[in-house]
């Protein structure tokens, strides 16, 4: 079972939120039984998302602001008739992104510095997983035809030299990649997908503030995130392919990264 120690802020979110998978629902479930801190510290998130509900409720019979219409025109259309109305998807995306974003606030305040700059590296790679993945006509910046170009590129402006690992054996193509804003600092993006159209990313930054570190595992919100620091850099994998998957990917990239 995972230690306490190794818990992140966004398992306990996702637990309170509904989004673990049994198996790890029940993990957190044991290690909140055997830690009393921990359970209070649920128990205040839990509170603190009942009142943040009840002040902001969810409206989407409400006109719409032009701010509001003008972000609306920029979500992509849902690919499946079964997913909700882009109108109903941004309300919800707004309303979660409040409640993530305060909670994640406050939960931050709880963990050391150390864990606080790790677990904004993962909120990073998650977020532009979350807004790129879904893309149709546009997830990259850079094809994976110019990938020499693409590699250089990203390369100059993180000011370390990187390179886009080969997935082919695992069954992931480059799609191709873009550069990121991480704070004030660069980051870079690549993207992979299989031939059925399942997606993950790698994100790469400069790190300089926090020590090496061997694999380091998140699962929030059905996206599951590998990552680590290999100093200068950090790297999180996110996808939904499921942990045996991803461990797969996350393992070969490190061995690949490492001959860099």
Known sequence: MTTPEARTAFELNALIDGELTPDAAGEVEAWLASDQAARGLAGELRDLNRKLQDTFPLRTDEPLSPQLAALLERVPEPRTSTMVSRRT?????????????????????????????????????????????????????VAAAEERHLVAWLSKRLGEQIRAPDLVPLGFKLV?????????????????????????????????????????????????????????????????????????????????????
């Open 89 to 141: 998807a941004l309300a919800a995306s707004l309303a979660l992104l409040l409640l993530s974003g305060l909670a994640g606030l406050y939960v931050g305040s709880r963990f050391q510095p150390e864990q606080r700059r790790a677990l904004a590296l993962v909120a990073q790679a998650v977020g532009a997983h979350s807004v790129y993945v879904p893309e149709v006509r546009h997830p990259v910046e």
């Open 176 to 260: 191709g990649g873009r550069l990121l804003p991480d704070g004030p600092r660069p980051a870079a993006l690549f993207m992979y997908e299989t031939s059925r159209g399942q997606r993950l990313t790698l994100y790469v930054r400069r790190e300089t503030s926090l020590a090496n570190t061997a694999f380091q595992f998140s699962d929030t919100k059905g996206l599951q995130t590998f990552y680590w620091i290999d100093r200068p850099l950090a790297y999180a994998i996110v996808s939904n392919v499921g942990r045996a998957e991803l461990t797969r990917v996350a393992r070969s990239v490190y061995d690949q990264l490492e001959k860099r």
